[in-house]
């Protein structure tokens, strides 16, 4: 059984621009995590997609952005990009009504 | 508002020694609580987690955690520490009334000394 697939696994970008990260879930499960990882903040929680639906939301500022698709699939989008947003942008996904979430490798951003 | 606390930014074991990861959380009713561990370049694997019931915990890897409410704790153990253990760990609760949103402990580094 695949793994939950994050794409791309590195990104360079420079300041001011916008990316889109993507994150396929587990087979089956239908709702999907985002989390950014510093080391000067650790990890933070940014929001949670169920069915389509954004249900929960961490406190980042209005450029973080993300949606998902009739098949769970994720993506987020940061726009503006400031070198504070440099980090290990995780994925993660669950089974309806279970808490244990299954990560995926990540998408390392940087800002130059 | 939930926390986090895990006392221990870095903790070296020699090999075959016993571990314990330290994790104090903060939370207003019952907690999920989890632990995960992370290799470099990785993400996060489960490790454990508790929900009721039972207040020790089995998990992968050889790995337990004992929940103690009245200490606010879920500290991870494991009685022989092999060389492969050699990551970082990750204490998180999460709010059940929050859906799966997790907060985090700042994390524990364990380096394991041959």
């Known amino acids: 059984k695949a793994g939950v697939t994050q794409t791309p696994r590195y990104l360079i970008k420079t300041r001011g621009q916008q990316v889109t990260l993507s994150c396929s879930p587990i087979s089956g499960h239908r709702s999907v995590s985002w989390y950014q990882q510093t080391p000067g903040q650790g990890l933070q929680f940014l929001f949670e997609y169920f069915s389509e639906t954004q249900r929960n939301k961490g406190n980042f500022p209005g450029r973080f952005s993300g949606r998902q698709f009739s098949n769970s699939r994720s993506e987020m989008n940061v726009s503006t990009l400031e070198l504070g947003d440099s980090a290990l942008y995780l994925c993660a996904s669950s089974f309806e009504g279970s808490t244990a979430q299954h990560f995926g490798d990540g998408t390392r951003l940087s800002i130059l | 508002a939930q926390s986090v606390t895990q006392p221990d930014i870095h903790i070296t074991v020699s090999e075959g020694a016993s571990l314990e990861l330290r994790c104090n959380y903060s939370?207003?009713?019952?907690?999920?609580l989890f632990w995960y561990v992370q290799s470099p370049g990785q993400g996060l694997q489960l490790l454990l987690k508790?929900?009721?019931?039972?207040?020790l915990v089995q998990g992968i890897k050889g790995f337990e955690a004992e929940f103690k409410r009245s200490q606010s704790s879920f500290n991870l153990r494991k009685p022989s520490v092999h060389w492969s253990d050699a990551a970082e760990y990750f204490c998180a609760v999460g709010d059940n009334n929050a859906g799966n949103m997790l907060t985090f402990g700042g994390g524990t580094r364990l380096m394991v000394k041959p």
């Open positions: 508790y929900f009721s019931g039972d207040t």
């Open positions: 939370y207003g009713a019952t907690p999920y």
